[in-house]
C-alpha cells in the first residue's frame, strides 16, 4: 500500500483529521486495515549492523517493529537507541518503555527525543522485575506504572505540557499503546483492566502470547460489553513454539503465559516439532482475523525472527499487501537518508 | 504483618465502613488541629498512623493513601508498586511474579474492592503518579485538610 500524501517513502506522512501521529501503523489500524506488527530483540552489542540485519528480516510482511525495552529485565541495546538507529532508515517503530529503569523525568525525556527522530508509536509498559533478568541486584525504579505512563505521555502530547506544567515549544505527535495480558489472573477483572488503559490513553494494544482462542473470545466479549471496541485497536499476541519442551518450559517459567495442554501434546506428536509450531502459529493468525474486535497480531518470534515472513505469508492476513520498507519502491526513493 | 493483611482484605466491607467513620470524625477535629498547627502534630499523628496502618496493612506510608480504593489491600506492597492494577504476570494460585510466597496484592484488591459498595468502580478509576515527597507524611491529616478545603 502506498499512501498518495507520502511525501519521501519513509518520511512522517502528514497527520489526518481524527489523528494523533504521522506514522504508518495508525494509518493502517485507522483504514480498517488487518496490521501486523513484530518484535525485534535488541543485540548485547554496539555494532549497529546488527540491528539493521534484524529489521531487514521482517521487510515487507510488518507494518510496524516493536524495539523492546530490556525485556525480561535482561540487558540489551536500548530501545531509544534502536529507534535513533532504525528511523534513520525510515522504518516505523512502535517504542517499548518500561518504568523499571527511569523516573519520570528520564520517560519524558525519552519520549520528545523519539518523536524528534521520527517515531510514531510508544507501547507503554510497566516492565518486567529485575529479579526475572540477568541483573537481579539493580535498583527497581517503577517511579510511574504504566497507567500513570500513557496519562503522561497523554498530557505531553494533548496539553503541551511536561507533568510538571512547563510548557512545551512543539508535542510528540505519537500515537499511544499499552500491554494487554487477557490470559492472566485475575482473569474476569482483565478487560477491565483495559478499560483502564483506555481511559489513560491507550489506542491500541499488543497482548501476551495467544495459545487459547476460546479464552480470548470470552475476553472480547467483556471488551465489546465495557463499550471499547471502536476506542482501541487490539493486536493480539502470537508466536511460534519451537517444541513441546519449550511450551513446557514457557508455562511453567514464565508467570501469567497461558498454554493449554492440547497445544503441548500436539507438539509432542509431530515429527518436525518446529514446523507443527509455525504451522499452529499461522492456523492462530487465521482464527484470529475471525474474532470480532482484532484489528492485527503481533509477532514476538524470539530466536526465530526469520521465520515470521513465512508465518505471514501463509496466513494470509495480508492479502497481498506490502508494507513500506526501505528499497520497496526503488524509483521513488532515496534508500537511506543521509544524515546532513 | 502478612497475616493481618490477608485478613483486613477479607474484612474490607467492615474496615471501609469503619475508615468513613472515623474520616468523619477527623474532619470535625479541623478548627482544633488547625489550632494546634498541622506541622507540629505531623510526627506524632504520622507515628500513630504508621503503626495501625502497618499492623492491618503492611502499610508503607506513601502519604497518599488509596485503600479505600484498592479493597483495602496496599497497593505499595506490590514489588512494582502499580497502582492501578495487577501486572501480566499474575501465577495461576493468585501469587505474585516477583515474590511468588506472597499473593498478589493487585489479585488481592480485586477480591476486597467486591465486598465494599462501589469497590469495582473505585478500582477503575485511573490513580495518578505517586508524590514522592509525601513519603513518611500522615494520609489522615492530608484528608482532613483536603475536606476543610485547605492545601494539603
Known amino acids: 500500500m502506498i499512501f498518495e500524501d507520502e511525501p519521501v517513502p519513509g518520511y512522517p506522512l502528514p497527520i489526518l483529521p481524527g489523528h494523533t501521529s504521522p506514522g504508518r501503523l495508525e494509518r493502517i489500524l485507522r483504514a480498517g486495515q488487518f496490521a501486523v506488527t513484530a518484535e525485534l530483540a535488541p543485540p548485547d552489542s554496539a555494532d549497529p549492523e546488527e540491528v539493521f540485519q534484524r529489521a531487514k528480516i521482517f521487510d515487507g510482511y510488518v507494518d510496524a517493529i516493536n524495539a523492546t525495552d530490556g525485556s525480561g529485565a535482561n540487558c540489551h541495546m536500548s530501545s531509544v537507541a534502536v529507534c535513533a538507529l532504525l528511523t534513520r532508515l525510515g522504518y516505523a517503530l512502535v517504542m517499548q518503555i ?3 529503569d527511569k523516573n519520570r523525568i528520564a520517560i519524558q525525556g525519552d519520549i520528545l527525543g523519539a518523536a524528534a527522530m521520527g517515531v510514531c508509536n510508544i507501547l507503554c509498559l510497566t516492565g518486567d522485575g529485575v529479579q526475572a533478568g540477568d541483573h537481579p541486584q539493580a535498583l527497581p525504579v517503577f517511579d510511574l506504572d504504566c497507567m500513570s505512563l500513557l496519562s503522561t505521555a497523554r498530557t505531553l502530547r494533548d496539553e503541551h505540557r511536561f507533568l510538571s506544567g512547563r510548557k512545551l515549544s512543539y508535542s510528540p505527535r505519537v500515537f499511544l499503546g499499552a500491554a494487554s ?3 492472566g489472573k485475575p482473569r474476569e477483572w482483565r478487560a477491565d483492566r483495559l478499560a483502564k488503559k483506555v481511559a489513560a490513553g491507550a489506542q491500541f494494544v499488543q497482548t501476551q502470547y495467544c495459545y487459547d482462542v476460546p479464552m480470548l473470545k470470552t475476553f472480547m466479549q467483556r471488551v465489546e460489553d465495557l463499550g471499547l471496541l471502536g476506542k482501541v485497536f487490539i493486536l493480539i499476541g502470537v508466536g ?6 519449550t511450551a513446557e518450559w514457557m508455562r511453567t517459567h514464565v508467570p501469567g503465559l497461558h498454554i493449554p495442554d492440547a497445544i503441548v501434546k500436539r507438539l509432542a506428536g509431530a515429527q ?10 499461522v492456523e492462530l493468525i487465521q482464527q484470529l482475523r475471525e474474532v470480532k474486535g482484532v484489528a492485527g497480531v503481533h509477532l514476538m518470534a524470539y530466536r526465530q525472527e526469520e521465520s515470521v515472513p513465512d508465518i505471514i505469508d501463509r496466513s494470509g492476513v495480508l ?7 526501505p528499497g520497496r519502491d526503488p524509483q521513488r526513493s532515496p534508500q537511506r537518508v543521509a544524515a546532513s | 504483618m502478612y497475616a493481618v493483611r490477608l485478613w483486613s482484605v477479607r474484612h474490607a466491607r467492615g474496615l471501609n465502613t469503619f475508615y468513613r467513620g472515623f474520616e468523619t470524625a477527623l474532619a470535625m477535629l479541623h478548627p482544633l488541629f488547625k489550632r494546634l498547627g498541622y506541622e507540629r502534630l505531623e510526627p506524632p499523628v504520622a507515628a500513630v498512623e504508621r503503626t495501625v496502618k502497618g499492623f492491618l496493612f503492611d502499610c508503607k506510608m506513601c502519604g497518599q493513601c488509596v485503600l479505600s480504593s484498592t479493597g483495602m489491600s ?14 501480566g504476570g499474575v501465577r495461576d494460585n493468585g501469587h505474585c511474579e516477583v515474590r511468588p510466597e ?12 467486591a465486598r465494599i459498595a462501589g469497590g469495582r468502580e473505585a478500582l477503575s478509576q485511573v490513580q495518578p503518579a505517586v508524590d514522592r515527597r509525601l513519603q513518611g507524611r500522615s494520609s489522615w491529616l492530608r484528608v482532613m485538610r483536603e475536606r476543610a478545603g485547605e492545601p494539603a
Not at chain 1, 518436525?272 to 502459529?281: I, K, P, S, V
Not at chain 2, 506472597?102 to 476486597?112: E, F, L, P
Open chain 1, 272 to 281: 518436525d516439532q518446529a514446523r507443527e509450531g509455525r504451522n499452529l502459529c
Open chain 2, 74 to 87: 496496599c497497593p505499595m506492597n506490590c514489588p512494582k508498586q502499580l497502582r492501578n492494577g495487577p501486572c
Open chain 1, 240 to 245: 511460534p513454539l519451537r517444541s513441546a519442551k
Open chain 1, 181 to 183: 495480558n487477557p490470559f
Open chain 2, 102 to 113: 506472597m499473593k498478589c496484592v493487585w489479585h488481592q484488591a480485586v477480591t476486597g474492592s
Open chain 1, 98 to 100: 518500561s518504568c523499571r
Open chain 1, 319 to 325: 492479502q497481498g499487501r506490502i508494507p513500506w520498507h
